[in-house]
């Protein structure tokens, strides 16, 4: 009897940790400068993939950073989240407070967006030193390599998401740039974003899509594609809005879903939008307008070369100096009036008479 005590003490005592664990506060903590890279807005061509499989600890994590803390509930893309198969949890998170889900894995892969998908397990928590609601997830080692967990969508103005689109040709998209229809060399975007990365424009004519309806044939191409929706107010969010292409004066003949997001260029303290594009589904010529502004007539000029402009200003033909002599002394009697000399004809005659008499002595 003593010794079936004592053997149940022991199980007791090595069951107990697990009994005893609260996910809220027992968790591995995943905060290291590349947590933002498991963002689904970050897309990994490179061939460093991350793989949660090698090192990987088994066991309740919650994950901090600039990206998103939560595990995102739709189909990531592949390549997204710093790897090629990306992971994602295909249900609702729990709503209630210490409510503990158990939710399916799955794993976006080139057959389907949710193969061999597994259980884990998630549980809303409260910070008590903050006073935030967080997840924390019983997350196992992915079943294979290229395959990592995706956590959150943000972040899309890091220099390492987005690709600065600067071509030299860029001033061409501006909805001022009107162009003929019989052209040959329209600007077409069947292609502009195959790897589904945040863009940033850099434009002489404008770095922001058009929020009004461009004309036909602006925009350098015959079908443009305009924003037909409000930019976002908050920095570093994602927001999925809704692009239109005018075809033959139908300003939203077809619509398709982006992202934009706000960002902040500390070195020039100046705010600018990067963008998520998707490929065109009509054929050329269609194209996405960037700016508004068109090159400055002759004559005129400005720091870009675009406008507003302005008229150079010439240097001002700079005056006769006259000099002003008083008709008398400062400290003499009577009036101080000074008059200029050119001002009293008759004594500079006068004057001009007896120097060239003096001259000719």
């Not at 009897?1 to 199980?11: D, E, Q, R, S, T």
């Not at 929020?211 to 079908?223: D, H, I, L, V």
């Not at 508004?292 to 240097?315: D, I, L, N, Y």
């Not at 400290?331 to 200029?340: E, L, N």
């Amino acid at each position: 009897m003593v010794l079936k005590m004592v053997w149940l003490f022991c199980i007791y005592l090595l069951i107990s940790p697990v009994l005893t664990q609260d996910p809220c506060i027992d968790y591995i903590l995943n905060q290291d400068e590349d947590s933002w890279k498991r963002s689904i807005t970050y897309q990994n061509v490179t061939d460093n993939k991350r793989c949660d499989r090698l090192g990987w600890k088994e066991g309740w994590h919650r994950f901090t950073s600039e990206s998103g803390t939560t595990m995102p509930t739709e189909c990531p893309s592949l390549n997204s989240c710093g790897t090629m198969f990306p992971i994602w949890t295909n249900g609702s998170h729990p709503t209630s407070l210490n409510q503990e889900k158990t939710l399916s894995a799955c794993i976006s892969t080139h057959i389907d967006c949710c193969s061999y998908p597994y259980d884990i397990k998630v549980k809303k928590c409260k910070d008590n030193t903050t006073g935030d609601d967080f997840f924390t997830y019983y997350l196992p080692p992915v079943p294979g390599c290229d395959m990592g967990y995706c956590i959150g969508q943000e972040n899309p103005c890091s220099p390492d998401v987005y690709n600065v689109y600067n071509l030299t040709t860029i001033f061409q998209r501006s909805t001022g740039n009107i162009v003929a229809a019989n052209i040959t060399n329209f600007v077409c975007d069947i292609d502009i974003n195959p790897y589904n990365v945040w863009q940033r424009f850099i434009s002489p004519a404008g770095d922001e899509m058009p929020t009004t309806c461009p004309p036909q044939f602006a925009c350098g191409t015959r079908y443009p594609v305009w924003l037909n929706d409000t930019y976002p107010t908050v920095y570093n969010h994602a927001k999925s809005v809704k692009a239109c292409i005018n075809v033959e004066g139908l300003c939203c003949f077809e619509e398709m879903p982006i992202q934009t997001a706000r960002c902040k260029d500390n070195v020039k303290n100046e705010d600018f939008f990067v963008y998520k594009l998707v490929e065109i589904g009509l054929a050329c010529p269609v194209a996405y307008c960037i700016g508004k502004e068109v090159r400055c007539p002759a004559g005129q000029t400005s720091a870009t070369g675009f406008t507003p402009c302005h008229v150079p200003s010439t240097t001002p033909i700079t005056a006769l100096n006259t000099t002003t002599v008083p008709e008398q002394l400062p400290g003499d009697k009577g009036s101080a009036k000074s008059r200029s000399i050119l001002h009293q004809p008759g004594k500079l005659v006068t004057m001009v008479s007896i120097i060239l008499a003096t001259m000719m002595i």
